[in-house]
């Protein structure tokens, strides 16, 4: 009954530093996504996948990048970690259809000095 | 462009009735969602509308006019647990619009 599951919940980085995120679903969905999540802002996409092997942009791409290798995992790549991506990142997935929710993870917690 | 209004914070007390108001204009629309999160945690789903009207969910409903560009969401008998942020939420295809978000408290 796991469903999405993000890691890590919590990171520091320094400016400059690289890391990737990981996100798993369970639920054999077909979409997945990643958000950021800043104060008064709401959530913003990042990029999303809409099968294995596929990515594309979201409202808020640069500096980051994605991968799809696997049906069931949606990495998060930040290159060169920066302050302005201090924020709380979520993951979701879905079966695309209209009608049928996104179910979010977690979250990663991730501030850069 | 994508652009989505709800009021920032909203209080009220235990066994009272609020109401969430979602303003839109967007692209496209597929449906509206909207989503409920405590504080530290993950949103999670509450209700969808696609046509015009009311969808009742025990103590929770959402409204939805087109036309209007408009959707509310209707919280009854409110209880402490009910104090988080209410997202109000726009389909374009599989994507989602957000709004910011409405921090709602439950006063005792």
């Known amino acids: 009954n796991a469903g999405v599951t993000q890691t890590p919940k919590f990171r520091v980085l320094k400016t400059g530093q690289s890391m990737t995120l990981l996100c798993a679903q369970d639920m054999n969905h077909e979409y997945m996504y990643w958000y950021r999540q800043d104060p008064g802002m709401g959530l913003r996409l990042i990029h999303y996948s809409v099968g294995e092997g596929t990515t594309a942009k979201g409202e808020v791409p640069d500096g980051y990048n994605v991968s799809r290798l696997k049906k069931q995992n949606f990495l998060l790549g930040l290159e060169s970690a920066a302050p302005s991506q201090t924020s709380v990142y979520f993951c979701?997935?879905?079966?695309?259809?209209?009608?049928?929710?996104?179910?979010f993870g977690d979250g990663t917690r991730l501030s850069i000095l | 462009g994508q652009n989505i209004d709800q009021p920032t914070e909203m209080t009220a007390t235990e066994g009272a009735i609020v109401q969430i108001n979602c303003t839109y204009q967007?692209?496209?629309?597929?449906?509206l969602f909207w989503y409920q999160q405590h504080a530290g945690e993950a949103p999670t789903f509450l209700s969808y509308?696609?046509?015009?009207g009311l969808e009742e969910k025990g103590r929770f409903s959402s409204f939805l006019s087109r036309s209007k560009g408009y959707s509310y969401l209707l919280l009854k008998e409110l209880q402490m647990k009910d104090s988080a942020s209410y997202l109000c939420?726009?389909?374009?295809?599989?994507?989602?619009?957000f709004g910011a978000g409405t921090t709602v408290t439950v006063r005792a």
């Open positions: 509308n696609v046509l015009d």
């Open positions: 967007t692209s496209g629309f597929n449906g």
């Open positions: 939420a726009v389909s374009n295809d599989y994507k989602l619009s």
């Open positions: 979701a997935s879905s079966t695309g259809q209209g009608n049928q929710p996104q179910h």
